[in-house]
């Protein structure tokens, strides 16, 4: 009997009970004036507005309209919105797979462009220690020639011989040829040649013209 009186007034009270859509319901707070949301109805006379709930239906055509506004305008205007808000799920996984195949080829040319940058340091070093060595040695060459010339020893230098007048006098000649005022011998090399220091001369006269 108790079991009985108890099931009839559960049922009673979820009868009596008022039936509230479920959805966004603004609210004024009794205590602070402040506007509030909330999923549940407002006390009596606190209410300021209610929104009924969306059906998935519905939700989902805002959302594609959401998504296409979206689009439209990260065309216009490249990197507003990440990928994830404008792109489907499809459009979207095909993304992820060019963008993962970019970062490994962009990871590829920083690879190639690295063991470039290293080649060209290394060839650089090298360069600069066979510098430094041909430096070192030709270094080393002109502190032996100094070394050489300092050790060496000094002659002084003598004054070259006068050159031969160009058309010396004759003193005398005989059979073999001529001397002249000098006492320079200038041999006979023909008919009326005589050869001199400078070369072949012409007797003119008491004169010996050379060249």
Same mark, same amino acid.
């Given at each position: 009997?108790?079991?009985?009186?108890?099931?009839?007034?559960?049922?009673?009270?979820?009868?009596?009970?008022?039936?509230?859509?479920?959805?966004?319901?603004?609210?004024?707070?009794?205590?602070?004036?402040?506007?509030?949301?909330?999923?549940?109805?407002?006390?009596?006379?606190?209410?300021?507005?209610?929104? +009924?709930?969306?059906? !998935?239906? $519905?939700?989902?055509?805002?959302? /594609? @309209? %959401?998504?296409? &506004?979206? #689009?439209?305008?990260?065309?216009?205007?490249?990197?507003?919105?990440?990928?994830?808000?404008?792109?489907?799920?499809?459009?979207?996984?095909?993304?992820?797979?060019?963008?993962?195949?970019?970062?490994?080829?962009?990871?590829?040319?920083?690879?190639?462009?690295?063991?470039?940058?290293?080649?060209?340091?290394?060839?650089?070093?090298?360069?600069?220690?066979?510098?430094?060595?041909? +430096?070192?040695?030709? !270094?080393? $060459?002109?502190?032996?020639?100094? /070394? @050489? %010339?300092?050790? &060496?020893? #000094?002659?002084?230098?003598?004054?070259?011989?006068?050159?031969?007048?160009?058309?010396?006098?004759?003193?005398?000649?005989?059979?073999?040829?001529?001397?002249?005022?000098?006492?320079?011998?200038?041999?006979?090399?023909?008919?009326?040649?005589?050869?001199?220091?400078?070369?072949?001369?012409?007797?003119?006269?008491?004169?010996?013209?050379?060249?």
């Amino acid at each position: 009997m108790n079991r009985l009186w108890v099931a009839l007034i559960a049922a009673a009270t979820l009868v009596a009970a008022p039936a509230h859509a479920a959805g966004y319901y603004l609210c004024q707070d009794p205590k602070t004036g402040r506007k509030i949301g909330q999923d549940h109805p407002c006390e009596p006379g606190k209410e300021l507005g209610s929104y +009924a709930p969306v059906g !998935a239906a $519905e939700q989902k055509e805002r959302e /594609e @309209a %959401a998504r296409r &506004s979206k #689009r439209e305008f990260e065309r216009r205007h490249p990197g507003t919105y990440p990928p994830e808000e404008y792109m489907t799920e499809e459009e979207l996984a095909a993304y992820r797979v060019e963008e993962k195949q970019r970062r490994e080829e962009r990871k590829k040319e920083e690879d190639r462009q690295a063991i470039q940058d290293a080649l060209r340091r290394s060839e650089q070093a090298e360069q600069r220690a066979r510098e430094a060595e041909r +430096a070192a040695r030709e !270094a080393k $060459e002109k502190a032996a020639e100094a /070394e @050489a %010339a300092a050790n &060496s020893p #000094r002659y002084p230098l003598l004054p070259p011989p006068p050159r031969p007048p160009r058309s010396p006098r004759i003193r005398n000649c005989d059979a073999g040829g001529c001397w002249d005022e000098q006492g320079r011998r200038y041999p006979r090399g023909g008919a009326g040649v005589f050869i001199g220091p400078s070369g072949a001369c012409r007797k003119e006269g008491n004169v010996l013209r050379c060249p």
